[in-house]
């Protein structure tokens, strides 16, 4: 299997799983245009993607959807929340979340994608002992949004079970739950609440064993990884 994290952050999120001959886009949270840009960035192409699975609906998760949809004829799949599914011969298993609109990750071979959740559902911790690799949420450093400028009402909402999780919390589910990990990528960093530096050093004090591990980048393709 191979993962290419084509975005990820506040600002878009899409990352590219390979598998079994099939090609499976997570999110389209960046324009067709980018997207294109991004994929080629990496020896891809969206002409070869057979389809793009949706975790909820925010714009920097959907704003490409349609249009990359129409223009190279990729299905999308949405609110599959409940039930496992396939696209082709490769079984995609939904995962719930918890944020402020209905949410789920997924769960593909024994890769996991878990963002734009407030707390770590029971749902997560299961199915992160049985995963090699995850791209996990690592939002926010608390101390870092409760000074800033934020106003009070969205710190509590990012703060709160429906929000976003923090590196802490993110590194915490990683150390107790992650026994069979080999590779870690943090994603979906704020841009005003976060730095990779503070989500590395979150990380590395909290996770006691040798696991690869990057942080992506919010402003380009992270890379690709075969796991």
Known sequence: MEISVIASGS??????????????????????????????????????????????????????????????????????????????NLEIKPVLTSHNVPSSGFVIGKFGLFTDTGMVTPQMETAMKHLNAVLLESNHDVEMLKNGRYPHFLKNWILSDQGHLSNETASSLVQSKGNNLSLVLLGHLSGNNNTPLLASECFETHVKRKIDYSVCSREDASGSWKV
């Not at 899409?14 to 960046?30: R, T």
């Not at 994929?39 to 249009?67: F, P, Q, R, Y």
């Open 11 to 88: 600002n878009g999120n899409c990352c590219l799983v390979e598998d079994k001959g099939v090609s499976v886009l997570i999110d389209a949270g960046k324009s067709g245009r980018e997207l294109e840009k991004r994929m080629n960035s990496l020896g891809k192409s969206l002409e070869n993607v057979d389809a793009c699975v949706i975790t909820h609906s925010h714009s920097d998760h959907v704003c490409g959807a349609g249009v990359i949809s129409r223009r190279y004829n990729i299905p999308l799949y949405v609110n599959r929340f409940t039930g496992n599914f396939k696209i082709k």
